[in-house]
Structure formats: C-alpha cells, structure tokens
C-alpha cells in the first residue's frame, strides 16, 4: 500500500466522522432530521407543500380573528337597537292610551326622542375605528343630522356661480335625504354646469330618491342652495366639486330627530377558507332606512305624539313595530355568520394542529434516536482521531526514511 494512499485514506475517515458529528449535533439542537434537501429530498417537497397550506391557515385565522370581534361589536349594537325599538312601541301604545292628555303625550314625546337618540347613538358604533355599519365609507359617522338646506361655499360680488357655470369633470355630489332613506349621487362629467345638476336633482325628486319639494338654485349671494321646503324633511349634502366648494348647512335648519344615512351599501367580505368567503358587515342604509325605516317610523311617533290624534299614534306605532320586525330580520344572516365564523375558528385551529404534527412527522427528529446518535458519532469521531493519531506519524516517518 503506498503511503499517499493510506493518507488519504485516513482524512476521509477523518473528514466523514467530523461530517457524522456535526449532523449528529444539528439533529439534537433543532429538533429536526432534514435540515437540507439532501437530507431527504422527498420529505423537503412535501414540507414546502404543508408549509403553503400552514401559511394559508395562518392567514384565514387571522381574518377570522380580524372581523369576528367588529362583526360581534355589530350584533351587540343592532340587540341595543331592538331594546330601544321595544321600549319605543311600549311608550307609544302608552300614548295612544293617554285619554287625550297633551302633557303626558309630550312627556313621552320627549322619551322617544331619547330613544331615538340612543338608537342614532348604536348606528354610529365604531370598533377600532372602523364604523360597522357605513358600508365602504367606514371612517366617518354613517348617520349624521339633517338640515332643510345647504349653500355651496363659492360665489361672492367678484365671481358667483350662475347655471352655466362648469363643474369639475369626476367630481361627485351626493344628496342624502332623511325621510326617504335614499340618496342621490351626481358624478359630473366632462361639460356638465351648474344646471346639470339642478335638472339631475329635479329628476331625483320625481323618482322618490329625494323628498318632494327639494330644490338646487343660486341664492342673492350666487352661492348654489340645495333645500327642501318641508319643515318635516332633513337632507345631507357633500360635495367635492371645486367649482362649488363645499357644502354645509345653514345655520338654523336642522331638522329636530331628522337623520340621514352618508355612508354607502357596499357590502365587506373576507376570505376564511379555500373556498369560503363571507360577508362582514351590514349597511345602515339596509338595516335602517330602506324598507321600514326605523329613524323615520320614530320621528313619526314622535310627531304624532306631539301633535297628532290617539289614532295617528297608534299608527305610528304600528309603523315602529313593522321596522322592528324587520331589523330583527336583518340581524339573521349577521349572527349566522357570526356563528360560521366561530366553527371555522374551530376548524382553523384543529387544522393548524393537523398541519403541525404531519410537518413534525415529516421532518422532526426522535429525539432519544439522535442522542444515541450523537453518542455514538462522538465515540466514532474519537477513534477515528486517535487511529488517526497513530498512523499518521508512523506511516509518514516510513515515507522519509
């Protein structure tokens, strides 16, 4: 045997035992037994592969955990919303009964309203932030009070608007009317004027969006004045047109217990599943205004109390006992959700588990197998070291003499 061979020979053993160590150790200090591809490239593909579903799960849990508290936050609001929808009908039938006395029908007037306020109060619930129940438009109030009229800020001496005056192409105004429970949205287009809306808003009135006798026209100050002639009806209206200017309120036109609806109808959904995608929220606009409106059937409680007939309030009531039977109906699809969402907590959570012991299987090391394997590299690489010691030394002194 030449000596270059045995030399060789002696280094790999060297080399492969060290090699054995140091695999030995990394099994014992992670835990695992692959660690590279080549350790076992057919348990790598199918960790990549549940690593993916993991990170899937992963995601669709933190969606659940996301919308399940604003969703419960909502439910909660809407059971506040029934209660006081309940306390309203108790204190009309109340009123209808009172035999005629105007000062306990002004009396319970004066408690609607508080119900009334409560219920506006629950519609504009927010959680983080976020209000539950404006649509898309969840970063501002969703119910807000309504005035009989509202003039643009632009016009004055040097240059007020007239009808020909042209609107900002893709600027939108939107009208949102407290008694009919709809709004109207204007997007201008390239060309429109002044007068464009104004026939857009006509339009609006003889469709029963807006209520009737609302009307847009340059007041003595050429400021556009969008109002409605009923002491009875409240509008909102927002623009961002700049050749308007933003419109606010006239000082002295809030409507008592008139509110409208701003936010939008858009409806949020979230995936929480390969296939499962679910809605998150319910508009105001369905829950309270459309339909059976709720604020409009407690403003006509109110109004009959104050000023109408034992027959006028029943009626009244009547219509409050119609909107309560209908958010009750909208709040059924909201809690079946709620209760969806929980199942799939549930599910996510057994599958994380699920996922966690077959990567485990996949990968993971025995731990008591990789002590004893780590005991016996050790051993290994000390005899491989001390032969090594000894052969080396006497086979290279050969190789010089």
Same mark, same amino acid.
């Given at each position: *045997?030449?000596?270059?061979? *045995?030399?060789?020979?002696?280094?790999?053993?060297?080399?492969?035992?060290?090699?054995?160590?140091?695999?030995?150790?990394?099994?014992? $200090?992670?835990?695992?037994?692959?660690?590279?591809?080549? %350790?076992?490239?057919?348990? &790598?593909?199918? *960790?990549?592969?549940?690593?993916?579903?993991?990170?899937?799960?992963?995601? +669709?849990?933190?969606?659940?955990?996301?919308?399940?508290?604003?969703?419960?936050?909502? %439910?909660?609001?809407?059971?506040?919303?029934?209660?006081?929808?309940?306390?309203?009908?108790?204190?009309?039938?109340?009123?209808?009964?009172?035999?005629?006395?105007?000062?306990?029908?002004?009396?319970?007037?004066?408690?609607?309203?508080?119900?009334?306020?409560?219920?506006?109060?629950?519609?504009?619930?927010? +959680?983080?932030?976020?209000?539950?129940?404006?649509?898309?438009?969840?970063? =501002?109030?969703?119910?807000?009070?309504?005035?009989? !009229? +509202?003039?643009?800020?632009?016009?004055?001496?040097?240059?007020?608007? =007239?009808?020909?005056?042209?609107?900002?192409?893709?600027?939108?105004?939107?009208?949102?009317?407290?008694?009919?429970?709809?709004?109207? =949205?204007?997007?201008?287009?390239?060309?429109?004027?002044?007068?464009?809306?104004?026939?857009?808003?006509?339009?609006?009135?003889?469709?029963?969006?807006?209520?009737?006798?609302?009307?847009?026209?340059?007041?003595?100050?050429?400021?556009?004045?969008?109002?409605?002639? $009923?002491?009875?009806?409240?509008?909102?209206?927002?623009?961002?047109?700049?050749?308007?200017?933003?419109?606010?309120?006239?000082?002295?036109?809030?409507?008592?217990?008139?509110?409208? +609806?701003?936010?939008?109808?858009?409806?949020?959904?979230?995936?929480?599943?390969?296939?499962?995608?679910?809605?998150?929220?319910? &508009?105001? $606009?369905?829950?309270?205004?459309?339909?059976?409106?709720?604020?409009?059937?407690?403003?006509?409680?109110? !109004?009959?109390?104050?000023?109408?007939?034992?027959?006028?309030?029943?009626?009244?009531?009547?219509?409050?006992?119609?909107?309560?039977?209908?958010?009750?109906?909208?709040?059924?699809?909201?809690?079946?959700?709620?209760?969806?969402?929980?199942?799939?907590?549930?599910?996510?959570?057994?599958?994380?588990?699920?996922?966690?012991?077959?990567? !485990? $299987?996949?990968?993971?090391?025995?731990?008591? %197998?990789?002590? =004893?394997?780590?005991?016996?590299?050790?051993?290994?690489?000390?005899?491989?070291?001390?032969?090594?010691?000894?052969? *080396?030394?006497?086979?290279?002194?050969?190789?010089?003499?």
């Amino acid at each position: *045997m030449r000596v270059t061979n *045995m030399l060789s020979d002696v280094q790999y053993a060297m080399q492969q035992s060290q090699q054995n160590l140091a695999d030995a150790e990394q099994q014992v $200090s992670t835990g695992l037994r692959v660690n590279n591809l080549s %350790d076992d490239p057919t348990a &790598s593909a199918n *960790m990549v592969t549940s690593l993916a579903s993991s990170a899937s799960v992963d995601q +669709y849990t933190k969606n659940v955990t996301s919308v399940l508290p604003q969703m419960q936050t909502a %439910d909660s609001a809407i059971s506040s919303i029934v209660t006081s929808l309940n306390s309203a009908i108790t204190l009309g039938t109340s009123g209808a009964s009172s035999n005629g006395v105007t000062a306990n029908k002004q009396s319970i007037a004066t408690q609607v309203e508080t119900v009334l306020s409560s219920v506006i109060s629950q519609a504009n619930t927010a +959680y983080q932030g976020v209000y539950v129940f404006g649509g898309t438009a969840s970063t =501002t109030p969703p119910f807000v009070a309504a005035s009989t !009229t +509202y003039t643009s800020s632009q016009g004055s001496a040097a240059s007020p608007l =007239t009808s020909s005056t042209a609107l900002t192409a893709g600027s939108v105004t939107t009208i949102s009317d407290a008694t009919t429970g709809e709004s109207m =949205t204007f997007k201008a287009a390239a060309g429109d004027t002044v007068a464009t809306l104004q026939s857009a808003i006509t339009s609006a009135v003889s469709a029963g969006t807006l209520s009737a006798g609302t009307t847009a026209t340059i007041n003595a100050h050429g400021q556009l004045s969008i109002a409605t002639n $009923s002491s009875a009806t409240g509008i909102v209206v927002n623009s961002n047109d700049e050749a308007l200017g933003s419109m606010t309120a006239v000082a002295s036109t809030k409507v008592a217990n008139a509110y409208a +609806y701003v936010g939008n109808s858009n409806v949020n959904s979230v995936q929480v599943g390969d296939s499962l995608n679910v809605a998150t929220n319910i &508009s105001g $606009s369905q829950l309270l205004t459309s339909g059976s409106n709720a604020i409009a059937s407690l403003t006509g409680l109110i !109004t009959a109390l104050q000023s109408g007939t034992s027959t006028d309030i029943g009626t009244a009531t009547a219509a409050v006992s119609a909107a309560l039977s209908a958010v009750g109906q909208q709040r059924i699809p909201l809690d079946n959700t709620i209760s969806q969402l929980n199942s799939q907590e549930s599910y996510l959570s057994q599958e994380t588990l699920t996922l966690t012991t077959a990567q !485990t $299987s996949l990968v993971g090391a025995n731990i008591a %197998d990789a002590a =004893t394997n780590l005991s016996n590299a050790e051993i290994d690489n000390s005899a491989v070291l001390a032969a090594a010691a000894k052969a *080396m030394p006497e086979n290279l002194l050969k190789y010089l003499q």
